[in-house]
């Protein structure tokens, strides 16, 4: 089975602009995860995603899940230097394997000031 | 609380060489992984166990590596021998989560190994 897949890979800003990751699955998720990671830093855990069409936000992050809980977007409202990172979408219970989490390849952005 | 604690956080070894990573999980937590990470294959996770016992080892790429979680306060990770291929940033992390709900990890600040 494939991980879950996110786009875009990279993703360039002006400071002030609007940036919007994808993470896609073929298959049902139970649930999404969603972690950042800074620049020569480790994984950081942002939130949980549920429920079908969940949508939450964390100030200007806000996070959602497809209806069909096949994909999640995470939608940040005027980015600060302070978001430059990489930010992952994880699939819990990958494969059918329980307990698991399987990251996507992450989306790479940079903002400049 | 300390968070997970990975040693060492700097490791450089010629190949052929034995490497051993170390975890202490947050106490308490029911389960612990090892992450590898590199430019090309992003993070990949390894191994991990549940109340100290191995759930899953289908990541390990190869007889050279094994893990071990003798007590709930401890991990391994070994790499016997060691080669070129095997550098990368080795991430430790524990969740308070089971088997039917992963939960929230906890990373540990990685041991970025280089094997010359």
């Known amino acids: 089975g494939q991980q879950v897949m996110q786009i875009p890979q990279y993703q360039h800003v002006q400071e002030g602009e609007d940036f919007t990751t994808y993470c896609n699955s073929s298959?049902?998720?139970?649930?999404i995860q969603w972690y950042k990671q800074r620049p020569g830093g480790h994984p950081v855990f942002l939130i949980q995603?549920?429920?079908?069409?969940e949508v939450k936000k964390q100030k200007r992050l806000t996070f959602q899940f497809g209806e069909a809980k096949k994909n999640s977007s995470l939608h940040i409202t005027a980015t600060q230097t302070t978001d430059v990172g990489t930010y992952f979408c994880?699939?819990?219970?990958?494969?059918?394997?329980?307990?698991?989490?399987?990251f996507g390849k992450g989306t790479k952005l940079s903002v400049k000031p | 609380d300390a968070g997970v604690i990975q040693s060492p956080r700097h490791e450089v070894t010629e190949m052929g060489q034995e490497v051993t990573l170390r975890c202490k999980p947050i106490?308490?937590?029911?389960?612990l992984f090892w992450y590898r990470q590199t430019m090309m294959r992003g993070l990949e996770l390894l191994i991990y166990?549940?109340?100290?016992?191995?759930?899953?080892d289908s990541g390990m790429p190869e007889d050279r590596f094994s893990a071990k979680m003798p007590n709930a306060s401890f991990s391994t990770l070994k790499i016997q021998p060691s080669e070129p291929r095997d550098s990368a940033v080795y991430f430790c992390?524990?969740?308070?989560?089971?088997?039917?709900?992963?939960?929230?990890?906890?990373f540990g600040e990685g041991s970025r190994l280089t094997v010359l």
């Open positions: 106490s308490g937590h029911n389960s």
């Open positions: 298959t049902t998720l139970s649930n």
């Open positions: 992390a524990s969740s308070p989560g089971t088997l039917l709900n992963t939960g929230e990890l906890f």
């Open positions: 166990f549940n109340n100290n016992v191995p759930i899953d």
């Open positions: 994880a699939d819990p219970n990958y494969g059918g394997s329980q307990g698991n989490l399987i």
């Open positions: 995603l549920v429920k079908s069409g």
